[in-house]
């Protein structure tokens, strides 16, 4: 009997040509990055860590050929403020800052329209002050307090009223502390917060019994000035993300040796929150001008851009970039965190690929896990996983009703995503009115992902079970984890941004994954038994 | 331990990574790909070659023909298959014993009214138990009769064997019975056994159920190893003519037995399971191997 002697199968685990073709592709990307690191001299941006509130005042004026001036009290940096990035714009006006942090803007003969700035980056703290227990109200001051201790215009602590209010809440012999409590108790619940325009004095607050957050500024200050404590008025913004004309008013009262901020609108008693930026000291209007020009201002508070929307600004506007091109486009508004994000979505896909042909698992549909990764992006792993949850109950439970009404496919799916869009929606207002704020960022939230999802969902239930149905789920949700760590990565981000040519590495990598023809991990678990191959006879 | 991992990565098994890039990709051609996928044009491509399949009752492309047909089927005494045209896996299938003019009675389970029955047909026109083509189409055929007691006695449902083809070789072989796990269908991923066959001397070699080897019937208690499959080299001729007539180089070929008629093609599969390696103990690439020392010898 004649023994042929065929060779024996070829082992080869991945395709030689495409081996070939990614390692050509893997050189060519090294050698246009090289060309452009070391012979052009393109350096990547990195991401830095700032955090803080972007703050902007922008005024526009309107001048009728008369001079022009523009006084605003800005920022300055203390033991809890911190104000760095300082920017303005003059236009045709002279711009000037005094020693006491006024910013002057100046034009001798302004005439037209001009649109004036300053912006600074704030990075600021929420404070407490120990206030010293057992202490009577000290009898004598420094000399340099003194102003802070007699009456103004519009804080009238020598008026009768105020000094017999002042008085009985807080007698005499009554310690410090007492009295800072009482009156500060008074302003901030006995006096009713009412929204007024304009400033009320503390004499009409009183009498009014009610009064916006300067009236009540300026009766606490009175009182503690009838009290013999040096006090005064701070003015500042709250930083919140918003535009506004109007800034906020508290007290700040002088304890032992430093000032103590107190704000009876909002209740913090010898605390100063971290959104309060400090602008102006006393009774002062943060922003003064000329009376014979057309004006109007308004305060932008927005947090920090994220350092990493930075960085990507900075890789991305540099002339070796092809990405720069987005940035020219200065009024279409192309949000670079948006083309980023498109950027990193082949690498998405190449986890589900790796998941897919060397793990071995099967999520639900081809790339639904990369797109809702790319979902979990603008809402957070947590609020998304929370977010697909529920959507996910709640879509598969009507599709199960709609099922048993025999509705037809597309139109079943068009309820579902109308369903989604509902529940998402919902999520997302439950989660706001609980503080959640990541909740609101439901925008990019893809729906129809979603809807699909839930399609699948429910035909694999149907057909091969719950327990099947949510295994696949449980595995597309972890392909989409796993997603979601490649693509927030920030600094594979940076690369990306910094060198898009990058992705034709992605390119290589699924050449070799694709002809790459060994078991796949599940299925070296499931072929662990079959016995190895016998010899030829 | 690498060297124990690497033992295991053997070039017997194929794994679907190998299946479909030097398999599927390598012999099947994309519109033999099409035809096989689509049960009506398999159907009578085999038929035309004289391939015994069931009988077809018809063919259901639109929605509104779903009432003219349901009177066709109303005369049936033997009962009849609803299926998606190109469905896979056995899903959307559903066997029926008699259609009433108010209600439908399937094999399994309660009677369906009407209405249910149009909407599942339906819902295989809207493509619901298609992977990627947006719409379907229903064919009806009729029920076959099949021998329950081919392989094993004693089974809740029918058996059926499943054989791979490699370039019009029969490879591998592997009978599918049911289970009252798997509900009476030869489906492996729902509870079936599946018995390696050894196309040599047609005898049953191992048994899987749930990938895990066993030696008895779970229900029945049955023997499994060593059983004989009778008129095997006839299913093993039928397969190979299947391959000539459906130009797939890789291809399963599932075969039922019908009391009256004998073997009875019921599906052709371009990108047959991987588990027909686990039921024969025996890698897609060992068994190519062997293949190919058989013809050396016989030249």
Redesign the interface.
């Known amino acids: 009997?004649?023994?042929?002697d065929?060779p024996?199968?070829?082992?080869a685990?991945f395709?030689r040509k495409e081996i070939g073709i990614a390692l050509a592709i893997c050189a060519l990307t090294a050698l246009l990055i090289g060309y452009k690191v070391f012979a052009l001299g393109y350096s990547m941006a990195s991401v830095q860590q700032e955090d803080g509130y972007f703050v902007a005042l922008q005024m526009d004026v309107v001048g009728n050929g008369r001079s022009c001036e523009l006084k605003v009290t800005l920022p300055v940096s203390s033991d809890r403020q911190v104000i760095k990035h300082e920017k303005q714009v003059a236009e045709s006006f002279r711009y000037t800052i005094s020693p006491g942090r006024i910013g002057r803007w100046y034009n001798q003969a302004f005439s037209g329209k001009a649109t004036l700035t300053y912006s600074c980056l704030a990075q600021t703290e929420a404070k407490r002050y120990p206030l010293p227990e057992g202490a009577d109200i000290p009898t004598t001051y420094s000399l340099r307090l003194q102003s802070d201790l007699g009456a103004e215009e519009r804080t009238q602590s020598t008026d009768p009223a105020i000094v017999a209010k002042a008085m009985e809440l807080a007698p005499p012999g009554t310690q410090l502390k007492a009295t800072l409590e009482r009156i500060f108790n008074f302003c901030q619940r006995d006096l009713r917060y009412l929204e007024i325009k304009g400033p009320t004095d503390a004499v009409t607050a009183l009498k009014l019994g009610e009064a916006s957050c300067n009236g009540k500024v300026r009766l606490m200050v009175a009182m503690l000035r009838a009290k013999g404590i040096p006090a005064r008025m701070a003015n500042g913004l709250i930083l919140e993300r918003s535009r506004k004309r109007t800034t906020h008013a508290w007290v700040e009262a002088w304890v032992g040796d430093s000032w103590v901020p107190f704000c009876p609108t909002n209740d913090y008693f010898a605390r100063i929150p971290e959104t309060y930026l400090e602008l102006a000291k006393g009774d002062v209007a943060v922003i003064t001008r000329s009376r014979n020009i057309g004006f109007d201002w308004k305060w932008t508070v927005a947090h920090q851009l994220t350092t990493r929307e930075k960085a990507v600004v900075a890789n991305v506007d540099h002339p070796l970039n092809i990405l720069r091109v987005w940035t020219t486009l200065k009024d279409y508004h192309v949000s670079l965190d948006l083309i980023m994000v498109i950027l990193m979505i082949p690498i998405g896909a190449t986890v589900v690929s790796f998941a897919r042909?060397v793990v071995?698992v099967v999520p639900y549909g081809t790339f639904m896990p990369t797109l809702v990764a790319v979902s979990f992006r603008d809402t957070g792993f947590l609020f998304g996983a929370i977010m697909f949850t529920t959507v996910m109950v709640v879509a598969v439970s009507v599709n199960y009703l709609l099922m048993k009404l025999?509705l037809?496919?597309?139109p079943r799916l068009t309820i579902i995503i109308t369903v989604v869009v509902l529940s998402i929606l919902g999520v997302s207002v439950v989660c706001i009115k609980a503080g959640l704020t990541s909740g609101a960022a439901v925008s990019l939230f893809p729906m129809a992902i979603l809807s699909l999802t839930s399609e699948r969902f429910t035909?694999t239930m149907i057909?091969?079970g719950a327990k099947e149905a949510v295994n696949r789920l449980m595995i597309t949700f972890m392909v989409a984890g796993a997603c979601f760590v490649a693509i927030d990565w920030t600094a594979l981000q940076m690369v990306v941004v910094a060198f898009p040519e990058i992705l034709l590495i992605n390119v290589a990598i699924n050449l070799v994954i694709g002809?790459?023809?060994?078991?796949?991990l599940l299925?070296?678990r499931?072929?662990?038994?079959?016995?190895?191959?016998?010899a030829?006879? | 331990m690498i060297q124990r991992l690497f033992s295991r990565i053997h070039p017997a098994v194929f794994g679907m990574n190998r299946r479909n890039r030097e398999l599927v990709m390598t012999h099947n051609h994309l519109t033999a790909i099409d035809l096989a996928n689509d049960k009506i044009g398999t159907k009578n491509a085999l038929s035309r070659a004289g391939v015994p399949v069931p009988a077809s009752i018809a063919e259901i492309s639109a929605h509104r023909d779903v009432r003219r047909i349901y009177s066709k089927l109303l005369g049936l005494q033997h009962g009849f298959v609803v299926k998606p045209a190109r469905g896979s896996q056995g899903r959307g299938v559903t066997l029926f014993n008699r259609a009433l003019p108010n209600s439908v009675l399937p094999l399994h389970g309660a009677p369906w009214t009407l209405e249910e029955f149009v909407y599942y047909v339906a819902r295989i026109l809207s493509g619901e138990y298609t992977v990627c083509h947006p719409v379907d189409q229903v064919i009806v055929e009729e029920k076959i009769n099949p021998d329950r007691h081919w392989i094993v006695p004693g089974l809740p449902g029918p058996p059926d064997l499943r054989i791979i083809v490699m370039q019009g070789e029969p490879l591998l072989c592997m009978a599918r019975l049911p289970t009252v796990a798997s509900e009476g269908r030869a489906n492996l991923h729902k509870g079936g056994v599946g018995l390696g066959i050894d196309l040599q001397t047609g005898r049953s070699t191992n048994a899987i159920m749930k990938e895990k080897r066993i030696a008895h019937h779970p229900d029945s208690g049955e023997p499994l190893i060593g059983v004989e499959v009778e008129g095997l080299a006839d299913c093993m001729r039928i397969a190979a003519l299947c391959a000539t007539v459906i130009p797939l180089g890789y291809m399963g070929v599932d075969i039922i037995r019908d009391r009256d008629r004998g073997p009875v093609v019921i599906e052709v599969n371009a990108r047959p399971g991987l588990a027909i390696q686990l039921a024969n103990r025996t890698g897609l690439g060992e068994a190519m191997n062997r293949a190919r020392n058989r013809k050396g010898r016989h030249e």
Not at chain 1, 1 to 4: E, T
Request: charged content about 25%.
């Open positions: 009997m004649a023994v042929s065929s024996p199968i070829r082992v685990l395709g042909n071995g025999r037809l496919h597309i035909q057909m091969d002809s790459w023809t060994g078991l796949r299925e070296l499931r072929f662990r038994d079959l016995p190895p191959e016998t030829t006879p």
